[in-house]
């Protein structure tokens, strides 16, 4: 894919659904009794990746043009695959699904691509063991493929190593099936899209809070059906606020977007470096906070970004290393290692391609030094594959100073989340 400078951004847009909530409506509404109706489905790579093996596993689960409905069996209604579930480039689905099947009465093997079978597992591994759950690294060197028998569950009180929410989803997965309550403590709240919906599906669960992160579930509930509108995925909405923000004489209007409390740092910090960004129509639906963003082109002042923010803007670092570029000073991202071992070494992908386009940046363990601001031009960009670096490169590309065009290799994998992000970035300008 080239693209090339724009002048101006205006328009309105309104982002897929929310890839975290999609993921977990599909794993909820096949284990709760009745049929769960979807709208607002990110129709995406990785979401179709948990709808497969949900029907591998049995669920009847019919996909129409404006929603999705899954016939739920209850709790007790999984049936083995006929054979390896096969989880495609989703971290959110194997490590998700590794604490649900722990609960099972059948044999059964997650697996998934080459980037998959990279990925660290043995946070999610250990602490299941620690719930009595029989799994393991089938090449033991903590990967996947993971090897998941039958046994018994018991509840546990557990503190997580890591703030991750899939880390925390597969243990309160594997809760509902203990012999008591499972408690999950976490280092710093991380997204709780598990815990909201578990809740509004009948489940006993307390929330954690910013100032005690620990989630407690009771097990025993059977889960209801229900209704779900999933809102805008916020850190799809990102790229376009980033677009809207360092792009001259811009201005876009993005519609429904998810602003819940552990996602929402990059409004927090994209505020604090001067961004003027407004919010309108205010909502909430079965816990989770929406509202429409008004993005206005702005003058950035650089910020320190680490800390306790950092889980709730993970996957937007990249995208906030290429907004850094155009902002006065020298921006600081730290306590981001977990960048490293994500879908591609972000950290090292940023860096190498913002250099490539003339930037000021410098490599940290755990994250970057951005000084600013300073003119892009154009490049060759490497992305490994990796959707979240293909997309931040196209913004980067929206103020290249050259009259040759920005090339993201590999631009195809933004199917894996937003399979129409070039239409929308288009409609634009």
């Given at each position: 894919m080239?693209?090339s ?9 309104k982002?897929?659904g ?7 409506s599909i794993?909820?509404?096949?284990i ?8 607002g ?6 979401c179709?990746s948990?709808?497969k ?44 699904l590794?604490?649900?099947?722990s ?5 059964s ?10 990925r660290?597992m043995r946070?999610?591994?250990e ?8 799994i ?14 039958p046994?018994?569950l018991?509840?546990?009180n557990l ?6 929410a899939?880390?925390k ?55 209801e059906?229900?209704e779900?509108?999933?809102?805008g ?20 209007m ?7 409390s ?6 927090r ?17 079965a816990g989770?906070k929406?509202?429409d ?7 950035l ?10 889980p ?7 995208l ?13 991202i ?5 960048l490293?071992?994500?879908e ?6 940023t860096?190498?391609?913002?250099k ?5 940046v410098?490599a940290a363990?755990d994250?970057?030094?951005?000084n600013?601001?300073?003119?892009l031009?154009?490049a ?31 631009s195809?994998?933004v199917?894996?989340s937003?399979?129409m992000?070039y239409?929308?970035?288009d409609?634009?300008?």
């Amino acid at each position: 894919m080239k693209l090339s400078r724009a002048m101006e951004l205006k328009g309105e847009i309104k982002v897929p659904g929310d890839k975290s909530i999609s993921h977990r409506s599909i794993m909820l509404g096949a284990i709760a009794e009745g049929d769960t109706v979807i709208r607002g489905f990110l129709k995406s790579a990785d979401c179709n990746s948990t709808i497969k093996a949900f029907k591998a596993m049995g669920i009847e689960i019919e996909e129409e043009e404006d929603k999705i409905i899954v016939h739920g069996k209850g709790l007790h209604g999984l049936r083995a695959p006929a054979s390896y579930l096969d989880c495609g480039n989703s971290g959110t689905t194997i490590r998700i699904l590794s604490g649900l099947l722990s609960g099972q009465p059948f044999e059964s093997v997650l697996t998934g691509d080459s980037s998959i079978q990279k990925r660290p597992m043995r946070r999610v591994i250990e602490p299941l063991q620690q719930m009595g759950a029989k799994i393991e690294s089938m090449k033991g060197n903590g990967s996947a493929p993971l090897a998941v028998h039958p046994s018994s569950l018991k509840g546990m009180n557990l503190k997580t190593k890591v703030a991750s929410a899939q880390v925390k989803s597969a243990i309160l997965m594997a809760g509902l099936y203990a012999d008591g309550p499972v408690s999950v403590r976490e280092p710093i709240l991380s997204r709780n899209h598990t815990e909201i919906m578990l809740k509004s599906f009948g489940a006993k669960i307390s929330l954690g809070t910013v100032d005690d992160p620990t989630t407690v579930l009771e097990p025993g509930n059977a889960l209801e059906a229900r209704e779900i509108n999933v809102p805008g995925d916020i850190s799809s909405a990102a790229y376009f606020i980033a677009a809207g923000l360092i792009t001259p004489d811009s201005e876009i209007m993005l519609r429904n977007v998810g602003i819940n409390s552990t996602r929402d740092g990059i409004l927090r910090v994209l505020k604090e470096m001067g961004a003027d960004i407004s919010l309108f129509d205010i909502k909430e639906t079965a816990g989770e906070k929406c509202a429409d963003l008004l993005i206005k082109t702005s003058h950035l002042k650089a910020a320190n970004i680490g800390g306790e923010i950092i889980p709730s803007l993970i996957d937007e670092l990249p995208l906030l290393a290429v907004i850094a570029t155009q902002a006065e000073g020298t921006t600081v991202i730290k306590d981001a290692a977990e960048l490293k071992v994500k879908e591609s070494d972000r950290i090292a992908l940023t860096v190498n391609g913002l250099k490539a386009m003339g930037a000021d940046v410098t490599a940290a363990d755990d994250g970057m030094i951005i000084n600013g601001p300073t003119p892009l031009h154009h490049a060759k960009i490497a992305t490994m594959k990796d959707h979240r670096i293909a997309m931040s490169f196209s913004i980067a590309s929206l103020i290249n100073q050259d009259v040759q065009s920005v090339e993201i290799l590999d631009s195809g994998s933004v199917g894996i989340s937003y399979p129409m992000f070039y239409r929308d970035l288009d409609s634009l300008k």
